[in-house]
Each structure stands twice: as structure tokens, then as C-alpha cells.
């Protein structure tokens, strides 16, 4: 720190500013712990966990996006796809010329088998070859008079079949994998799990997702909450093997207590059902996208001058 209590030189507005979009820890919290760890942004998040200020399971951004996110399926449920396209105001992602956008966009990556950003805006658009993506996008943007972005994709192939869900009128995405045949019954229960996804965000399907390297990086960290509160180095063990317990039960679908009965859990209900999940993917939309420039530097300002 410098004599005025500043920041130091490995401490910028931009760490800072991503750190409190990870952690939502408030400005002088991110500052300090940056300062404490050179300002490495991943070793200032174990930090703010470790000292409790963090939510150990959360890395919620502040929202500072709109537009929608959208899911697509094919008839025979074998592929879809899930996007979204930013926009700059709430009014725009109303109108029913971006709704358009959204809905030819969703189609057109439908029809094509690249997977990323950049390829799928250079390609082709299939309803007229003379123009690719990224130029159908820009057009968009002069007609509207906002900026519009594509900002991401997630492409599915399955021999199961796939199931969407859309919340909020495309605040929230959802598209779920699941391994069984396709019919009335399990497409119900299908549609119950995209939902629940929805509502309990899980991070993976279940622990055997997690690498031994992220889970000792979890208990390192429920170790220090730990010494941190004083309790006695011969019970941290079983303390921790309880909260690494509830992490999973947060964090895997499997083990999470399904929304619609929480006496069983999204694995149970499952199993009963003879249904597996290969994979899912759950966009909410402007999810880690930071507030603008202006708008943060001003809040740090504000918090720094009260202190």
C-alpha cells in the first residue's frame, strides 16, 4: 500500500472489478485480498472463501447484459442447440425484430456442424449465401440501433434425446441430454429436469465430474474457514467430510433434492423412472458479463472515499 492507503501496483480497477463479479464481495474486500495475493484474481477468490466473505459455491457476476437465450430442437430430438444473443437495452430484447434474429440465428446454427463462435459467424447463411452470419448480425444492428452479439453456443448430438426449457421468456436456457427413449411419459420427466436445472443451477452431474485437484482445493479451503473460526485441529476432518457432503448436494444434479418433491433427490427420481442425463447445459443470461466501466469505477470511488 502506498502512504494514502492505495492501491498497490499489481492491483488494478480491472482485477478488482473482475473479482467482485466472481465473488460479489464489496470493492475494499476485493482490494485487500488482491493486495494480499500480488493480485492473482483466482488466488484472491480462495482467499475471500477462506476468510468467509465469499460464497463458497456461487460465482454469480453482476448482470449488466440483456437480450435472450434460446434453445432449439430438432423433431426427431437427436440435435439442438442453445445460444445466446446480447443486446444493449431490455426494450430491445422485447421487439419482435430481435425475437426474429434470435429465432432465423437459432435456426441457421441448427443446420450447421460447427460448434464455435468464430466459425459459425463466418459461415454461409443458409438462407442466403451471399451474406454470411456475422454480416446478418451487422445488418441487424443498423436496423435496430443497438449492438448485438452472439456471445455464445452450446451444440448437442445425442442417441438418446434432448429436452429444452426456456424461463422468463429466454432470461434463463436449458438443454438437457438425457440417455432413454423418447416418448410421452419421459418426456415429462425430461421437461421436470430441464426446470429443475433452471432453478438449482448444479454444476455437474455428479461428484465423479469433479477432479481430485478441485476437491482438494475445496477442503483446503473449508480447512481454513475452519482454523480461521478456532476450532480444534481434531475435529476439522469430520467437519469437513459433512460440508464436502452438502457441496455435492449442492453442486451435482444428482444429489440435489428435486424441486418438485424435495423428499427425493433429481438421481433418485431417475433411477425410479429407468432415465439417465449425459450432459446438460444452463446459460442465464449476462452471467458473468461485468457492469460497465464507468458505472464500477464510479462505485469504487464512492466506497474508497467513505473509508
Same mark, same amino acid.
Given at each position: 500500500m502506498n502512504k494514502k492507503g492505495g492501491i498497490k501496483m499489481a492491483v488494478n480497477m480491472e482485477s478488482i472489478k473482475a473479482l467482485r463479479s466472481r465473488t460479489g464481495a464489496g470493492?475494499? !474486500?476485493?482490494?485487500?485480498?488482491?493486495?494480499?495475493? #500480488?493480485?492473482d484474481v483466482e488466488a484472491a477468490v480462495e482467499y475471500l472463501r477462506e476468510k468467509g466473505i465469499a460464497d463458497a459455491a456461487k460465482k454469480s457476476?453482476?448482470?449488466?447484459?440483456?437480450?435472450?437465450?434460446?434453445?432449439?430442437?430438432? #423433431? !426427431?430430438?437427436?440435435? *439442438?442447440?442453445?445460444?445466446?444473443?446480447?443486446?444493449?437495452t431490455d426494450f430491445v430484447a422485447k421487439?419482435?425484430?430481435?425475437?426474429?434474429?434470435?429465432?432465423?440465428?437459432?435456426?441457421?446454427?441448427?443446420?450447421?456442424?460447427?460448434?464455435?463462435? !468464430?466459425g459459425v459467424l463466418s459461415e454461409s447463411w443458409y438462407k442466403d449465401d451471399n451474406k454470411d452470419l456475422k454480416t446478418i448480425?451487422?445488418?441487424?444492428?443498423?436496423?435496430?440501433?443497438? +449492438?448485438?452479439?452472439?456471445?455464445?453456443?452450446?451444440? @448437442? +448430438?445425442?442417441?438418446g434425446f434432448l429436452q429444452g426449457y426456456i424461463h422468463m421468456g429466454g432470461k434463463i436456457g436449458v438443454l438437457v441430454?438425457? !440417455?432413454?427413449? @423418447?416418448?410421452?411419459?419421459?418426456?415429462?420427466?425430461?421437461?421436470?429436469?430441464?426446470?429443475?436445472?433452471?432453478a438449482s443451477s448444479p454444476e455437474y452431474i455428479n461428484r465423479q465430474e469433479l477432479s481430485e485437484e478441485a476437491i482438494e482445493k475445496e477442503k483446503n479451503i473449508y480447512r481454513e474457514q475452519m482454523l480461521?473460526?478456532?476450532?480444534?485441529?481434531?475435529?476439522i476432518d469430520n467437519i469437513i467430510k459433512g460440508k464436502m457432503e452438502k457441496y455435492y448436494s449442492q453442486v451435482c444434479l444428482l444429489e440435489q433434492e428435486f424441486v418438485r418433491d424435495t423428499d427425493i433427490t433429481v438421481g433418485e427420481l431417475l433411477e425410479?423412472?429407468?432415465?439417465?442425463?449425459?450432459?446438460?447445459?444452463?446459460?442465464?443470461? *449476462?452471467?458473468?458479463?461485468?457492469?460497465?466501466?464507468? #458505472?464500477?469505477?464510479?462505485?469504487?470511488?464512492s466506497e474508497i472515499e467513505k473509508n
Open positions: 470493492v475494499l !474486500d476485493c482490494k485487500k485480498a488482491l493486495a494480499e495475493v #500480488d493480485g457476476g453482476r448482470i449488466a447484459a440483456e437480450g435472450m437465450v434460446n434453445v432449439l430442437i430438432s #423433431d !426427431d430430438k437427436k440435435s *439442438g442447440i442453445i445460444v445466446e444473443i446480447n443486446s444493449e421487439n419482435d425484430k430481435f425475437k426474429s434474429l434470435v429465432s432465423n440465428v437459432s435456426e441457421h446454427l441448427l443446420q450447421t456442424d460447427t460448434r464455435d463462435i !468464430d448480425i451487422n445488418e441487424a444492428i443498423s436496423t435496430i440501433g443497438e +449492438n448485438i452479439n452472439l456471445r455464445r453456443l452450446k451444440k @448437442y +448430438n445425442t442417441d441430454d438425457i !440417455d432413454g427413449e @423418447y416418448n410421452t411419459e419421459n418426456q415429462k420427466v425430461a421437461k421436470d429436469i430441464s426446470m429443475h436445472i433452471a480461521n473460526e478456532g476450532k480444534p485441529e481434531h475435529i425410479e423412472k429407468g432415465l439417465g442425463v449425459n450432459s446438460f447445459t444452463r446459460f442465464e443470461l *449476462g452471467e458473468g458479463i461485468e457492469v460497465e466501466e464507468e #458505472d464500477f469505477a464510479s462505485e469504487v470511488m
